[in-house]
């Protein structure tokens, strides 16, 4: 898997909305991560103004989440010194979840963990208010990448990273020429999505060169 190592942030805000409008139908659920133990991160994540992901982000994983999609590593909970708390790497979890995560990150990040990714079709805003939203997306199929799975189930414990941008059938990993807010944002790894209805619709990127 191919994450940032990232430091959730955040202070939720009362709930508002500059949304796009919602069919009811959106395949993916997008949501700008979010840690109240750490607010002056929260507000670095909005220091450009709302973020916008574009249509066409596309989106890499899957690995486990452990405290929902705005927190997936509960960083809210994480330990920094484990020395200090019996090796522990979270705080108030059982031993039995701690072994359970250490199996799942273990697993994320084996040799010949399958990488799946989705292309989102429409564009979100995320704001302090409003910190998730819901969009459609397809399966995007590359070999050069890596994504040859066709299909993806919906699975509300496993979440996805915001990855590239495709534009004109090209893909770009570094976020360079995106508006600050989403590029900061992007790079940071603190964009996170979920699949909350099936994908079987493929957008084939094409090869370079061609």
């Known amino acids: 898997m191919r994450f940032t190592t990232l430091s959730l942030l ?3 805000l009362p ?25 002056e991160d929260f507000q670095k994540e909005f220091s450009f103004g709302n973020i916008v992901v574009p249509e066409g982000t596309v989106f890499d994983g899957p690995a486990h989440m452990f405290n929902g999609l705005k ?7 994480i330990v920094n010194d484990p020395e200090n708390h019996s090796g522990k790497g979270w705080i ?3 031993d039995a979840e701690e072994k359970r995560r250490d199996e799942y990150i273990r697993s994320d990040h084996a040799v010949g963990h399958p990488h799946l990714a989705f292309i989102i079709d429409g564009p979100i805003t995320l704001t302090k208010q409003r910190l998730c939203g ?20 919906a699975s509300p414990d496993l979440y996805y990273q915001a990855y590239a941008v495709v ?16 590029q900061w ?6 964009i996170n999505a979920v699949v909350i209805r099936p994908l079987d619709v493929v ?3 094409p090869p370079v060169g061609n």
């Open 15 to 39: 709930n508002a909305a500059i949304a796009e409008t919602s069919t009811g139908h959106e395949a993916v659920e997008i949501c700008v991560s979010y840690d109240p133990t750490s607010p």
């Open 203 to 205: 957008y084939e990127l």
């Open 10 to 12: 955040g202070l939720l």
């Open 134 to 153: 819901k969009v459609n997306a397809r399966v995007i199929v590359s070999p050069q990448w890596d994504w040859t799975v066709r299909t993806i189930s």
């Open 92 to 94: 108030s979890i059982s």
């Open 185 to 190: 944002n992007a790079q940071a790894g603190t």
């Open 167 to 182: 534009s004109d059938d090209k893909i770009d990993t570094s976020f360079d020429t995106e508006p600050m807010s989403f």
């Open 71 to 77: 927190d997936p590593g509960d960083m809210q909970h």
